[in-house]
């Protein structure tokens, strides 16, 4: 790495072709730093948990599991019948290994981006919205308006919006990520 995340993570997602997650990155670090700014949360370190935190797509799918395996990452149920789940923690560890993050709360972001976690910090809650709002699925997302509402209350109304669309949705998913569970319990009992 040269020191310049950006550029660093851009370079090695287009040169194992993951040109779409880089464009991806781009947007979730423009919307984290917009949202740190607004929300008083460190702007460096949601840009750099931001532009990482799908660092791990260039780890196929189907090698995931040995691969989280492999960097000795304990795998939950969950995550073993759907390893594509594990990519917000294997870039994590990438974001450690390849590209020298020592930051606790940077990696901590990383590492929960897809499923949130209770007791996330303002910098998780940041990374998690952002990844929502500049999702890297065509249209608008359908929550889109009610989460960005919900900003003007506080990151964690914010954030609930998305797990209570998903909470609604949970029989329609392939997994509930333990994580995403107690998450929205969490900032629901705080209602």
């Not at 090695?12 to 607004?38: D, I, K, M, N």
């Amino acid at each position: 790495p040269t020191g310049d995340v950006a550029d660093d993570a851009r370079r090695l997602l287009a040169r194992h072709g993951c040109s779409a997650t880089a464009a991806h990155s781009e947007a979730v670090a423009e919307e984290a730093r917009r949202l740190a700014a607004a929300h008083a949360v460190p702007v460096h370190a949601a840009e750099t948990a931001a532009w990482l935190h799908d660092v791990s797509a260039i780890i196929p799918n189907g090698e995931r599991l040995g691969a989280a395996r492999a960097l000795g990452i304990e795998v939950l149920p969950e995550e073993a019948a759907l390893p594509m789940i594990l990519h917000q923690r294997l870039s994590a560890v990438l974001a450690r290994r390849a590209f020298g993050v020592r930051d606790e709360a940077i990696l901590s972001a990383i590492g929960c981006h897809t499923t949130l976690r209770p007791g996330a910090s303002p910098l998780g809650h940041v990374v998690f919205l952002a990844d929502k709002i500049a999702w890297d699925q065509p249209g608008e997302p359908p929550y889109r308006a009610d989460l960005i509402g919900a900003l003007d209350e506080s990151l964690e109304a914010a954030s609930l919006v998305y797990l209570t669309y998903l909470w609604e949705r949970r029989e329609t998913l392939r997994v509930v990520h333990p994580w995403l569970r107690a998450a929205y319990e969490d900032l629901s009992a705080g209602r």
